[in-house]
């Protein structure tokens, strides 16, 4: 066999390094993503509070009524963490599907 027909080695061409652009660009996305997520936290917190006081349940039972009620009303945790918050502090009120909801899980006098 000749060295003519033996196969070639093949290099993998390399990948290219990100710029400084692009890192900055990355970072700064990343940023934003954990500025929303510590503002969402937050609004979580308060409305797994709020849902305590209103059922006498542990912080992971009112996070999980939270994430209950986002469920059945096909919207995210956080935005119903927002509906609770400004319900409660008078500034809208609840929309009536996470009304029912809660209204199934602190049945009046039901304590």
Known sequence: MSSSTLPRHRTRPRSASPTDAERVAALEAEV??????MASRACIEQATGILMLLTTCTDRAAFDLLAHISGHTHRKVRDIA???????????????????????ACPPGGR
């Open 82 to 104: 927002d509906e609770l918050t400004r319900s409660a502090s008078g500034v809208a009120e609840l929309p009536a599907d996470v009304c029912a909801i809660l209204r199934d």
């Open 32 to 37: 934003d993503q954990l500025r929303t997520a």
